[in-house]
């Protein structure tokens, strides 16, 4: 079970459930065609953005395997949604989970991401008891996968043409880390 104290800071960062405020900001990303080019959803609608809102808003806790928690990443300084983060409780009996992460392209290469996604690591490996966990991405999405490696994760496997993807076949990254890298590489005991 997993319901986070909020907000969540980082040095210039705001980690907090999805409100319904969050619409118009949410939307101005998610309905870019670059952000959804290897996310499984098109660019999306305002309309289709606010049924996804509603899903983010009731993933502000997980309490049983198979929920998703989903935050909303706004930047200190600003107060701008910048970006939307998950993470998903695939298995309490192996202690797995899955993390995703999207941010609107405007933030891209000021090291948002990298420090929102190690919050989710934070709350994944302390709070939650994760002993292992994942991201996927479209192997020709190097940015994910270089953030995913930035992390500390490692690539597990490429699965070759595993997906019939927006037209084509494509390959699958799996990266994944153990919360024993997780503690080590924050020089912390597991």
């Not at 994910?144 to 595993?162: F, I, P, Q, V, Y």
Request: charged share 25%; proline share 3%.
């Amino acid at each position: 079970m997993l319901t986070p104290t909020y907000p969540i800071r980082t040095a210039r960062l705001v980690l907090r459930p999805f409100t319904q405020t969050d619409l118009d900001e949410l939307h101005a990303f998610q309905s870019l065609p670059e952000v959804a080019r290897y996310l499984y959803w098109e660019a999306r609608s305002r309309q289709e953005t606010a049924d996804a809102l509603e899903k983010r808003i009731a993933g502000a806790r997980i309490t049983t395997e198979g929920q998703t928690l989903a935050l909303a990443v706004e930047r200190t300084d600003t107060g701008a949604l910048i970006g939307d983060l998950t993470l998903c409780w695939l298995s309490a009996e192996h202690r797995r989970g899955e993390i995703g992460f999207v941010f609107h392209p405007d933030h891209h290469g000021h090291g948002y991401a990298q420090e929102a996604a190690e919050a989710l690591l934070l709350l994944a490996f302390r709070d939650l008891g994760l002993r292992r966990a994942v991201g996927h991405c479209d192997a020709r999405n190097t940015a994910s996968a270089a953030l995913m490696r930035r992390l500390g994760m490692t690539l597990d496997a490429r699965l070759r043409e595993n997906q019939f993807f927006k037209g084509d076949w494509t390959d699958e990254l799996v990266y994944a880390i153990l919360e024993r890298e997780w503690a080590a590489g924050r020089g912390t005991p597991a």
